[in-house]
C-alpha cells in the first residue's frame, strides 16, 4: 500500500483547514487537515525549516505540498507535507472571528462591565465534565489552598453536539440557584482540560457567551491551554489558563495566610507587650514622684498657675470686649452719618441750592433777553414799513398782491389796494401820468 500510493499519487496539493496541531520538541509537526467530508493525518518533518510553517495553526486554511504515504506502525493513511501556504481562514476561524467581532461592537468584553472576585468566596460552583481530569485538577487545588471552601459540581457534556445548550443552562440554573435548590455560590468556575479547536469549540458557541455575559456571579473561564483562548475566556469576568489555575485565582493561599495570621498575632503581642512595658515605667515613676508627696504642695503650683491664666483671660476679655464696644460705637455714628435719611436731607438741600442757582441764572438770562428784545422792537418800528406810514406815505398794490413800484406797472382800469396807518382802501385806475423829466 504504501509503495503504491507513493508510486501512483506522489507528491501532489492538498487544501484543507488545520486541525489539532501538536509541535514537539523533536521539531516535527504533527496535525490533520479536514473539509467538511473528510480529515487526513499530517506529517512535517523538520518543520521550522520549512517553507510556510509559519502558516500553520489550528483553524487556519492552508495549501499544502506533500506526498501520500502510509505509516506502517498504525497502518494510517498521511501525507507527508514539503511546504505551506495559507488558502484562507478556515470555517471555524472565520466563525470565531465574526461571532468576537459581534460581541465586542455590543461592549460583551469591555472591563467596565466584568466583576471583581471576592476576596475568601465560601462556595464555588464548578460547571464542568463530572469524569473529567479538568475537575480533579479542580478539586486538588481547592482542597491543598483552602480547604474550608465547599465546592458544588454541576455536571454537564464539555464536548459534542448540544454541549454548548448543557454549558448554557447549568450558568443559567447558578445564576438563579435558589429556583433550582443550589446553594448560592461566590464564584462560578466554567472549563475543561486541553483539545483541539473542534473539541473546545462548544466554549465558543453564541449561547455560552451570553449565559455568562448575563450571569450575577463572576465567573472564571478555563478552557484548554494557556495557549487556547476562546469567546468564552473574553466574555468570562477573568480569564485563567488552565483549570488548576482558575482554582488557584479563585481561592486565597491558606498556608499563606495562616503564615501572614501568625506574624500578625505575633507583631500584635510585640506592640501590645511594649505598651504595657512602658505604661508599666510612667506609672513607676509617677508612684515615686507625685504619689509620693503632699497633695495640697502637689496642687498649689496648679493652682496658682490656674489663678494667673484666669485674670489674663478676664483682662483679655475685657481689652476684646472694650475694643468691640468702640468699634460698634464707631459704626454706629458712622451708620448715623450715612443712615438715608440724613443722606437724601443733604442731597435735598443740594437739589434747592442748585434750584435756587438756576432760577436765579433764568431770570437774569430773561431780562437780558427781553431788554435786546425791546431794542429790536424800537429798531424795526424806527426802520419798518409802520413809521412811513405815520409819516403820511402808503403803499400800493396790485391785484396780485405785489408792491407798485413805478406808473408803468398799472394801465386804466386796474384794480389796486392802498395801505395807510390805519387799514386800507381798493380804487380802479382811471389815468397814468408819468413825471416828466427836470
Not at 448575563?214 to 484548554?224: L, N, R
Not at 501572614?260 to 505598651?275: D, G, I, P, T
Not at 382800469?413 to 380804487?427: C, M, P, V, Y
Request: hydrophobic content about 40%.
Amino acid at each position: 500500500m504504501k509503495n503504491l500510493l507513493e508510486i501512483q499519487i506522489g507528491e501532489t496539493w492538498v487544501e484543507g483547514e488545520v486541525s489539532n496541531l501538536r509541535k514537539q520538541g523533536s521539531g516535527h509537526w504533527y496535525f490533520s487537515l479536514k473539509d467538511e467530508g473528510a480529515q487526513i493525518s499530517c506529517a512535517m518533518f523538520g518543520a521550522r525549516k520549512r517553507e510556510g510553517a509559519e502558516a500553520l495553526e489550528d483553524g487556519a486554511k492552508v495549501r499544502v505540498f506533500a506526498e501520500a504515504s502510509v505509516y506502517e506502525a498504525r497502518g494510517q493513511l498521511q501525507i507527508i507535507v514539503q511546504k505551506a501556504e495559507r488558502a484562507g481562514t478556515g470555517d471555524l476561524q472565520a466563525r470565531f472571528e465574526a461571532l468576537k467581532k459581534k460581541l465586542h461592537a455590543e461592549g460583551l468584553f469591555d472591563t467596565a462591565r466584568k466583576q471583581p472576585l471576592p476576596a475568601f468566596p465560601r462556595i464555588i460552583g464548578i460547571i464542568t465534565s463530572g469524569t473529567g481530569a479538568a475537575l480533579q485538577d479542580i478539586l486538588n487545588v481547592l482542597t491543598r489552598r483552602a480547604p474550608w471552601v465547599q465546592p458544588v459540581l454541576f455536571p454537564v457534556r464539555v464536548q459534542g453536539r448540544g454541549a454548548e445548550m448543557e454549558i448554557a443552562q447549568a450558568i443559567g440554573k447558578m445564576s438563579r440557584p435558589e429556583a433550582f435548590g443550589y446553594p448560592r455560590c461566590d464564584v462560578i468556575i466554567v472549563g475543561r482540560g486541553g483539545g483541539s479547536i473542534e473539541d473546545l469549540w462548544n466554549f465558543n458557541e453564541e449561547v455560552v457567551a451570553r449565559a455568562i455575559a448575563a450571569c450575577p456571579i463572576p465567573i472564571i473561564s478555563a478552557v484548554g491551554h494557556e495557549i487556547d483562548f476562546t469567546i468564552a475566556d473574553f466574555v468570562a469576568d477573568l480569564r485563567a489558563p488552565t483549570p488548576s489555575a482558575a482554582a488557584e485565582l479563585a481561592v486565597a493561599d491558606g498556608t499563606e495566610l495562616f503564615g501572614r495570621l501568625h506574624q500578625l498575632k505575633r507583631r500584635m503581642q510585640r506592640v501590645a507587650s511594649e505598651r504595657l512595658s512602658r505604661s508599666e515605667l510612667a506609672l513607676e515613676r509617677f508612684k515615686r514622684s507625685a504619689l509620693q508627696r503632699d497633695g495640697e504642695k502637689f496642687l498649689r503650683e496648679s493652682i496658682m498657675r490656674l489663678d494667673s491664666v484666669r485674670i489674663q483671660l478676664s483682662q483679655a476679655t475685657r481689652a476684646t470686649l472694650d475694643a468691640k464696644t468702640s468699634l460698634l460705637q464707631d459704626l454706629r455714628i458712622r451708620h448715623k452719618a450715612h443712615h438715608p435719611a440724613r443722606v437724601l436731607t443733604r442731597r435735598l438741600e443740594v437739589l434747592i441750592h442748585l434750584r435756587q442757582r438756576l432760577e436765579r441764572t433764568g431770570h437774569e438770562i430773561t431780562q437780558v433777553r427781553q431788554r435786546k428784545i425791546e431794542g429790536l422792537r424800537g429798531l424795526i418800528r424806527a426802520l419798518g414799513p409802520e413809521s412811513a406810514f405815520l409819516r403820511g406815505f402808503s403803499i400800493t398794490l396790485g391785484a396780485d398782491g405785489k408792491i407798485i413800484r413805478s406808473t408803468a406797472e398799472l394801465k386804466s382800469g386796474d384794480l389796486i389796494r392802498t395801505k395807510f396807518a390805519d387799514g386800507e382802501t381798493t380804487s380802479t385806475v382811471v389815468e397814468t401820468t408819468k413825471k416828466r423829466p427836470d
